[in-house]
């Protein structure tokens, strides 16, 4: 079943009742105008109400479908001018109380809403009513969805009669539309078109509750709503309020079917993109500073700010086209002065800034407004002037110690007309202000206390604990462990020399020479021994060296048999010279020698790599 179904089986019913008179107040005139150039329905009725009795009545009701009233965004009624042989008038603008009542004798599906007079309307006084009802998702699109080129068409549905509990002797009705496009509208004796405005009545002498259905099929503008905002207000003391808006936007209106062409849409944007919203404009107050436009991927450059000293505007443009269903998320951030927002009444700090989003015509479904006030605030309390949900939360920012106290303000379907100032009252001890300042001097204070004391005092481990007596043996062992390895290399470089001196006797045949090299070698590995001995010692008599003892036992032991095997090699070389065999003589007889000896050079090479990494 669809809205404009129920809303016409609803009038019917409301036709088949009969409802009795609740008063002897009748509406003597009745306008309404209605405004559909956004997605935000006003409509604003001026009403002329009349006593006819002769008790005074203190309350006007105003009602409205059930189907409607969920919809209600705002809803003022304010005096205008009225009226009464002279009594009763009242100062222009002056809101009056509204609340919802459940008085006997109403139709089913029926919200009233009371609104209190100033002062009881005697009889025979009149009194003229300005009745501003702001509603939101109220447009049906239909179709409810269209490709990327076609038109977004919404249908908006009323009642040409004015729904009233009272007699209504003359009313009217205006509907302004966005242009002058129209797919269709009822039309009814009486009606009228000029433009883009179609007018119904005027109509008379109408009873209770009267009803006269209308529809209106119309071209209508994107609709941009935010499903949440939250909008955090940030006051230091140090001369700036920071504000961080954070969007979470969507385009409510004909869904989009199909494909999306990115080359058509730059190619004619306002055809092939008709039904979608490509920038949105912000009014930011006129000394805002440092504004800024992002997304979670960055900082977004499709976006302008100009100004002067009454106005500044950001218009700001999606990452890319939005159409209907898509989403996006953004946030925009700006800074104001203090002292245009922050004042001092009665020992107390008041913030005085508006409450809703700066972006003119975007429904927000679900606002959260967080004043986040300076640490050690207290005696916090807010006034806004409609209805909303409050309550305390703390924030924990850098150098805080306990966070700071935040007052969130919750109100759902947010209208521009909500974008009024509201005040935050609390009080705080500027010497407060102090304490950060004096944290970070007191933090670098001891920071350079530290680095004196770090770099004046000994931290080193006593000389007398075991702890230090067994880092110094470990010294030592690795100082003598480092010279035996040295000797081994000494010797390793003599028995080079032995191999020198074979290589010359192949070469010059001097026997003599090759034996004198020899006896040299001898003499000089005898005293390279003589210096290991005390070296290995010391080395078996320390606990410190017992893990790297056997290691350094057996690359002594091989240094050993490779100067063995190389001195046998020598030997078996010189001989047989002496006795002049042949090349291949020779290299049969020390083949066995020169394998044995390229091992033991090898493992040699290795024990001293592995003691030189300990």
């Known amino acids: 079943m669809t809205r404009y179904t129920r809303f016409v089986l609803f009038l019917l019913a409301v036709a088949a009742l009969s409802v009795p008179v609740l008063s002897e107040l009748i509406l003597s005139k009745v306008e309404r105008r209605i405004d559909l150039t956004s ?17 005074p009545v203190s309350e006007v009701l105003l009602t409205f479908p059930d189907s409607q009233a969920n919809h209600l965004a705002y809803l003022t009624v304010t005096i205008n001018g009225g009226k009464g042989k002279g009594k009763g008038k009242a100062s222009s603008g002056a809101n009056l109380p509204v609340e919802v009542v459940h008085p006997e004798g109403i139709p089913p599906s029926l919200t009233v809403y009371s609104v209190s007079l100033p002062k009881g309307l005697g009889k025979g006084d009149s009194l003229l009513l300005e009745v501003l009802a702001v509603f939101t998702h109220s447009l049906l699109p239909v179709p409810e969805k269209i490709t990327q080129s076609d038109i977004q068409l919404v249908l908006f549905q ?35 078109m000029h433009g883009s405005e179609i007018k119904y009545g005027p109509y008379e002498d109408l009873p209770s509750f009267s009803y006269l259905p209308i529809v209106i099929h119309f071209e209508s503008n994107p609709f941009a709503v935010a499903k949440e905002l939250i909008r955090e207000v940030e006051i230091s003391h140090w001369g700036n ?30 055809v092939r993109g008709a039904s979608a919203f490509r920038r949105l404009v912000a009014r930011l107050p006129p000394r805002a500073h440092s504004v800024y436009y992002r997304d979670e991927i960055g900082n977004i450059s499709t976006s302008s700010l100009w100004g002067d000293s009454k106005k500044m505007e950001l218009e700001i443009e999606p990452r890319y086209p939005m159409f209907g269903g898509w989403k996006t998320t953004f946030t925009i951030g700006y800074g104001l002065p203090l002292e245009d927002f922050l004042f001092a009444v009665d020992g107390k700090h008041v913030l005085n800034i508006t409450f809703g989003s ?3 015509e975007v429904v927000i479904d679900n606002l959260f407004v967080k004043v986040v006030l300076p640490e050690g605030s207290r005696e916090f309390s807010a006034s806004v002037p409609f209805p909303v949900k409050q309550w305390l939360e703390t924030k924990i920012s850098h150098l805080d ?43 670098i204070f001891f920071l350079f206390v530290t680095c004196i004391i770090y770099m004046r005092v000994d931290f080193s481990i006593s000389k007398s604990s075991p702890v230090y007596l067994a880092k110094l043996q470990w010294e030592e062992v690795q100082t003598n462990i480092q010279q035996l390895c040295n000797i081994i290399n000494r010797c390793l470089t003599t028995n080079d020399k032995l191999e020198a001196s074979l290589r010359d006797l192949s070469r010059t045949g001097d026997i003599q020479a090759c034996k004198t090299t020899r006896k040299s070698v001898d003499s000089l590995l005898k005293e390279l021994y ?47 010279y002496e006795k002049k065999l042949g090349g291949r003589e020779i290299e049969n007889r020390i083949a066995p020698h020169q394998q044995k000896i390229a091992a033991l050079r090898q493992e040699v090479d290795d024990l001293l790599e592995f003691i030189d990494e300990i």
């Open 158 to 192: 009323e009642s040409a009669h004015y729904l009233s509990p009272y007699d209504v002797k003359v009313q009217s009705l205006s509907v302004k539309l966005p242009d002058a496009r129209i797919e269709s509208y009822t039309k009814l004796e009486n009606t009228k």
């Open 358 to 360: 700066p972006m003119k």
């Open 530 to 576: 003589k210096e290991l001995k005390p070296l290995l010692t010391f080395l078996q008599s320390s606990p410190q060296a017992a893990h790297v003892l056997p290691k350094v036992e057996e690359l002594i032991a091989k240094e050993k048999e490779l100067q063995e095997k190389l001195m046998a090699k020598h030997s078996t070389v010189v001989d047989c």
């Open 39 to 55: 997605q935000i329905v006003r409509i604003t009725t001026t009403l002329k109400a009349e006593n006819t009795g002769s008790d």
């Open 401 to 443: 110690l306990v966070g700071r106290p935040v007052v969130v303000l919750e109100k759902n379907n947010v209208v521009p007309e909500h974008n009024v100032h509201f005040q935050v009252y609390y009080k705080f001890n500027c010497l407060s202000m102090l304490r950060e300042p004096l944290m970070l001097i007191t933090g």
């Open 241 to 270: 309020v920071q504000v961080t808006e954070h969007y979470s936007l969507v385009h409510a209106g004909a869904q989009s079917k199909g494909e999306f062409s990115r080359l058509d849409y730059q190619a004619r944007p306002y």
